[in-house]
């Protein structure tokens, strides 16, 4: 089993910064890929980036040059700064660990960005 604890997140103006990471903990034994996935109000559950194994990065069209994704592998952390914020970008935060063939989710962060 594997458990996911989200930090960060929280309001901030437009054109803003915040940082969310989350800590995975448990039998993490073959990770896939890490990553985030956000869900606004009426809409449908998107991914936002991910971090395969093997250090590639995918990011949405929507988050390109504004958000990096990292992790720490000893940490088992995997962290995403978000710059320039839109108010587009307020939604619910969601970090995902790929294990094997599982996939295990936080419990997410509200972030919400003010014009």
């Known amino acids: 089993q594997v458990q996911l604890v989200e930090s960060g997140g929280g309001l901030v103006q437009a054109g803003g910064s915040l940082r969310v990471s989350c800590a995975a903990s448990?039998?993490?034994?073959?990770?896939?890929?890490m990553g985030w996935h956000r869900q606004a109000p009426g809409k449908e559950r998107e991914v936002v980036a991910r971090?395969?194994?093997?250090?590639?990065?995918y990011y949405a069209d929507s988050v390109k040059g504004r958000f990096t994704i990292s992790r720490d592998n000893a940490k088992s952390i995997v962290s995403l700064q978000m710059n320039s914020l839109k108010p587009e970008d307020t939604a619910i935060y969601y970090c995902?660990?790929?294990?094997?063939?599982?996939?295990?989710w936080g419990q997410g962060t509200q972030v919400t960005v003010s014009s």
């Open positions: 995902y660990m790929n294990v094997k063939t599982l996939v295990y």
């Open positions: 448990g039998s993490i034994f073959g990770i896939v890929a």
């Open positions: 971090i395969f194994s093997s250090g590639t990065t």
